[in-house]
C-alpha cells in the first residue's frame, strides 16, 4: 500500500503543477467572464485552443490512460494525484484531453473499440480534435436501477435500430461534439446482464435530436452542457455496436472503475481550493473587531475540512492504488466507498466556504455555487449515494457469510 | 400560548388557501415556463395583475399588517399560518400583496414615516402599484456586524447625500420598483446605535446605478432580482430621512422581527411542498422491484422530514405569538432561534427532496433547486445563522448571571 | 392548540416547582451518596418515606391520572409540564407517585382492571405502599417486533399458566415491588392482534425468578433496577388476568401514549438540567485565558441546545394536547415524532455538557452520566426510533393515498 | 507514504493476530466475568500472568518501543496495526506490556530517565512485573489548558517536595502499580514551557494518598483504573525528577505523539469489533419479517461504518508513518486531527451497534457500552477534541501567512 507517486509520476505531477500556476490560475476568471459575455456561449474560445497546445507540447496529455499504447502511461495512483490538481479549476481537465466524459469514453475504445471504430473516434479524441457524450440515464425511469433502461438497439439485419430518450448527457452541447455512445437494451429477454448494447452513435445521425440542454442548479455549464436527447428510429450499421451485442453492462462496469477515482479526485481538488477560498475570506474580513476566522466555531469548521479532506484523499489514492493492482473487483467496495464520501465532503465543505463568504458565496464573484451544484451532482452521477452504501454493506455482509 | 387561529384568522386562512388551490397551484408551472421564455424576463405578465386584483377583491390583500388601519388587521400568529401557505409557491407571495421586501419597507413606512412620506410611497405600495427595495448590505464589508457599514448618508444643510456601495438589495430589478430605503452613516462619532439614517430614494434619483443584477446558484430570480447599486452623490431633501437622521438602526431592528417570521413560515411552506414532492415521486418510480419510498432510509428521511416541520413550525408560532403578546423585546431569543432552524430544516429537506428525486432534482423541473437557493440565501440575509446563534446564547448566559 | 397551563395546572406547577426547590434540590446529592454507601442499595432510604409524606399531604400525588376517580384530575397538556419538572432530578418522581412503570401500571388497572384486581393492586399502587414491574420485553427475540414475543400464558382449566423470560423489567428490584404485570401469549392461532394476554403477576409466586439485575451503562439504578426474569410454570386463576384472555394487545397500545409523553417531558427536564450544568461549568473555569464558554464553538452548542430543547417541548405538549383533546389515536405519529427526537436531544445535549465538564462530565461528581444512560435507554424502550420513524412515515404516506 | 507493513512487521502481526485468535479471544469473556466476580476486583488473575509468559515466550512484547535497545525495535506504522489488533480486547494490551499508561511511561524512561531511574523503574516496567501511573490532570482547573496547572514540584536543596491533587491517573489501581510520574509546577516565573517538572514517586511514599477511584460511566475498570491522588508535602531526592527541573513539558510533548497513534489503533480496532457485532447481530435476529439488517436504513449504517473506519485507519496509519519518517514536529497537525476524528468515530459506530443491539447493547452481555465508555473518554483524555482542532485550524492558518 505505497500511495507515493512514482517517479515518473512527480515528474509530471511537478510539471503540470506549474502549468496550473503559470498558465490556468491566472487566466481562469477572465475565461469565464468572457464565455459569459458571449451571446452564444456554446464556443471554444481561443485561449482554449492556446492553452491546449501548449499543454500537448509539453506531454501533459491524455494523462488519464494508465499502461495503454495510447496515453502517457501513467498508473492510476500517479494520476489521482494530477487530477486533484485539475480539479481545483472547472477550465483545467479539458486543456490536457482529461475531462468526462470524453476520458471514459477513450477508455472504453481502448479496451472495446474495432480497429475500425478506434481509428474513426479514438485517434480524434486521442487528439483532442473532436468530443463526445455518454447517453445512458433516462428521464423516464429510475436510473439508479440500471435494469430499468427503456431504451433499445434492436437488430434488424445488418443495422442497429435505437429508440429511446435520453438524459444528462453531459458534453453533448459542446461545438465538437461529433459522437455519443448510446447503452440501450437488444436482448429483453436475455440474461439479466446481457441485454443490453453500447453504440457510437455519429451525433448528426438522423433521428438524433437534442431536446434541450438541462440547468444544474440554474448553471447549463457551457460550452459543454447536459442536454436531453431523443433518439427516433436512428439506423446505424450493426459495426457501430462496441464489442458486439448484448456487451453494454460489461463495458460500462470496467468504465466506471477509474472514472469514479478520477471524479473523487477533482473533487478532493475542488475542496482544497474551496478551503482555500474558506481561509482567505476568514482572514481577511472582520465582525465585531475580530478577523471572522477567530469568530464562534470558525477555526472547528476549517480544522474539520482539513481532516475530512485528508481523509477523502488517502481513501481515493488507496482506491487508485486497488485498481492498479488488484483491478477493478479488486477495488469494488472502495470505489463505492470513495463515491460516497467525497462529493459529500465536497458539499459540506463549499456549504460552509458559501457561508463565510456571505452573500458574495451565493454569487457568481466566487467559483463556490459552481462547486456545490458539482458536488451536488456529483452524489446523483454514477450511481446516487443511496446505489453505493448498499454495495459496501452487501461486500461487508459476504465476509461474515 | 394558544396557537389556534381566531376565528377571523381561520377564516381568512380557509380562504387563501382555498384561492392558491384554485388559482395559484393550477397556474404556476406555466407562469415560470412563460417567464423564462421571455426575450427580457424583468417584466410583469398579465396573469399576475389578473390574480392580485382577485386576491384584492377577495379581501386577501396586505394581509401581513397586524393592528394596523392600513393593513387586514391580521395578527402575528394568525397570519404566520397564511405566510406558511404563500411560501408553497415562488409565486404567490406578491399576489397578496404580502412579499418581501415591500412588506418590510411598508412596516417602517406605517410605524415612522411621516404623513408626506406615508402619502407618496406607503399608500401606492399598499395598493401594489409600485414596489420597492432596500438596501443595506455592502459588497466592501462583512455585512453579518452591522456596525461595520460604510455607506454614508451625510447631512448637507437641508440635504442628505447619499454615497455608497449596496448590494444583495432585492426586489430592485422589478419594473415597478420605484422607491429605494437605504441605510448609511450620518453622524460617525455619535453613540454606537445613533450613527445611521435611513433615507426613502427614488430608484430614479441622479446618482443611483444598478450596476448588476446578482445571481443566486445561478438564477437571478426574475422580475425581483438582486441587484447591486451604487449611490454616488445622490442629493434628497433631508424630507426623504425616515423619523429623522440617527434613527437608522432602531428602525431597522423594529423591522426585522416579524420579517423574519414571515420568511420562516414561508419556508416551512416551502418544506411542505418539498416534502410532498418527495413523497410523490417516491412512491411513484420503482428501482430494484420496489417503490423508491420502500429503499434503504427513505422512510427514516421522510419521518424526519416530518419532525423536523412540525417542530419548526411550532416554534415559529410561538415566536409570532410572542410577537404579538410581548412585542419584539419580548420574542428576541425566539426570533433568532427561528432564523437559525427553519432554514437549515428547509435546506436540508430539499437536499433530500432532490437526491429523492435523481436529475431531475438538480434540473429546473421542479421547484427543488429554487427551494434550496431560497434557504442557503435565508442562511445567510437578515443576519447569518452565526449571529442568531451568538444572541441566542447571549441571551441563555444573561439568565444566569 | 393552546398550550398554556389551565388555572388548576398552573396551581399545581407552581406548587410542585417549589417542593423541587425547597424539598429536592436541597438534599439529592446527599441522598445518592448515602444510597451509594449502602451495602445493600436495594432499599428506601428514610428521607424518601418522609418526602413522599410532605408530598401527599401537600396534593402533589399521583398527578398522572387525568380524569380520574382515582388521581389529581389533570390534563395531559397540565401534566406534561411537571413532568418535565420531576425529570429535573432522578430522585424526583416517585416522591410524588408519579415513576414509570407504575404509572402505566396503574393506569392499565384505571382503565381495565376489574373492581377486585383495583382493590387488591390498585389502591396500595395508588397509595404508594407498593411498587410494580413491566414483563414484556424478551432477551431472546427482538422486541421491536411485538408479535416476536415467545413467552405464553396458556388458559388451562381455570388457571392461567405462565412461562418464558423476560427482561428490562424495570422497578422489579425494588424492596416494595409486590406485583409484576406479565405479557404473554395465549392464542396463538388467533387473529394478529388478540393472541396475547395481561396477567397480574403477585411477585412471590412460585415459578418467578429473578435471574439477574442488568446494568445500564455500568449502573443498576438502585433500588429500582431492571431484571431479567423467568417465569416457570407460574399457576394463577384466570381471574388475574387483566380484562380477560387476548386483549393484551388492546391495553398495551392504550398503556403506551401517555407514558411517552411523560417519559418524554422527563427527558426534556434532564435537558434543562444539563444545560444548566453545562452553562454553570462553561462560565466559572477557564482556559487559555478566557471563560470556556467564550472558546471556540461552545456558545453555538449552548444556542442549539436551547433552541432544540424549546422545539421539542412545544412538539411534546401538543402531543399531550392532542391526547386530551383527540385521544391516542388522534395523536398516534406525533406520540412516535416525540419518542424519536426527545431522546435523541436529551442524549446530544448530555454528550456535549459532558464535553464541557472535561473528565468530571464521565464521572459520577455530575448526574450527567445517568442523564446519558436515561437518554440512551429511552431509544430504545418502548420502542427504537426505528420502530417510531417507521410508524411516522407510514402515516405520512397515508395521507397521500 | 508506504503504509504496507514492513517484513519484520508483518511476521510480528500474523503471529500476534494467531495469539489473539487463540489464545485471548476464547476466554476473554469468562475472565471478565470472573473478574467482576471476586469480591475484590483489584486483582491480577492468574490466566493475565500465564498469558502475559506465553506472549513474552512468543516474542509478542514491549512491540510499542521503535529502534530501541530496550524494545522490539518495531516502527510505529508496523505497530500501529499490532494496536489496532489489541485494541479488539480490552484484555489484551497488558498481556503483551503494551498497555497505556506504560508504555508511554516507558518512553518517557527509555528517552529522558537516567541511568539510576532506568535501572530502578524501566527494567522491571519492561519485565512487566510492576504497573505505574501518570498524574498530569488536575480536578480544580480546567487541564485542557495545561498551563492551568496547579501542583508545585518545589526544589528545596537536595529534595524536591510535591503538592497538589490530581485525577483521572490511569492504573493507580492495579495491584502491581509501584511509581507514579508526577507533573507539577517547579519555576512559576520561568519562561511558559520550562516551568514544570516530572518527578518519578513511589507509589508507597509518606504523603501519597489514592482519595478515591473514579468511575467512568459508571465502571471502575478493574483492576486498573482511574483515582483521584493528593500528594501532601511528598518528599523525594532531585534524583528522582526526570531529565531535570523545568523540562516537564517538553517531556510531556514527546511522550503524547506516539501513545495518541497507540490510543487511535487501539480505538479502530475497537470498531472493527463493533462492527463486527453490530453485523452478527443484525443478520441472526429477525423482526417484522425480515433479518434486522434489512430493515430501514440498517445497511446504510454498516456502509458508513466500514467508510469511517477505513478513513480513519488510513489517516492513523499516515500518522504513524510521519511520525517514522519526520520526527513528532514532522506530524503534529495529523497527531491532532486522528485524536479528533477516531474517537468520534468509534463513539458513534458504537452507539449505532447498541442501538442494533437492542436493550442487550446496553447491558453488560456485550464490551459495547465498555467501547462506549473508551471513546467518550479518549475525546477527553490527552486534550479534548477541542483543543486539537483548535491546533489543526492553527497550522493550517499557518500555511496562508
Redesign the interface.
Known sequence: ????PSSKGQEVLTKLKSFMREEVFPVEDQYFKDLKAQANPWVVLPIIDELKAKAKAQGLWNLFLPKSDYGAGISNADYALMAEEMGRSFMAPELFNCNAPDTGNMEVLVHYGSDEQKKEWLLPLLDGKIRSAFCM?E?G?????AT?MEATATIEGDEVVLNGRK??STGIGHPDCKVLIFMGLTNPDGPKHAKHSMVLVPKDTPGVKVERM??????LDEPYGHGEVSFTNVRLPKTAIIAGPGRGFEIAQGRLGPGRVHHCMRAIGAAERA??LM??RA?S????GKP??N??????I???A??SI???R??TL?TAWLLDTKGVMGAM??VS?IK??VPNMLQTIV?QA??MH???????DFPL?SM??YA??L???DG???V???L???L??LK?K
Open positions: 500500500m505505497d500511495f507515493s440515464t428521464p425511469v429510475a436510473s439508479s436501477d430499468n438524459w444528462w438541462l440547468p444544474v442548479f440554474g448553471e478551503l482555500d481561509i482567505k482572514t474580513r472582520e465582525a465585531f471572522i476566522v469568530l464562534g466555531g470558525n477555526r472547528d476549517i480544522a474539520n482539513r481532516i485528508e481523509q477523502a488517502l481513501l488507496k467496495s472502495e466507498q460516497v464520501v456549504d458559501i457561508q456571505g452573500g458574495a458565496g451565493v454569487s457568481e455555487t456545490f451544484a451536488r451532482c452524489r446523483l452521477a446516487p449515494d443511496e453505493h452504501r448498499g459496501v454493506a452487501k461487508e455482509l461474515h
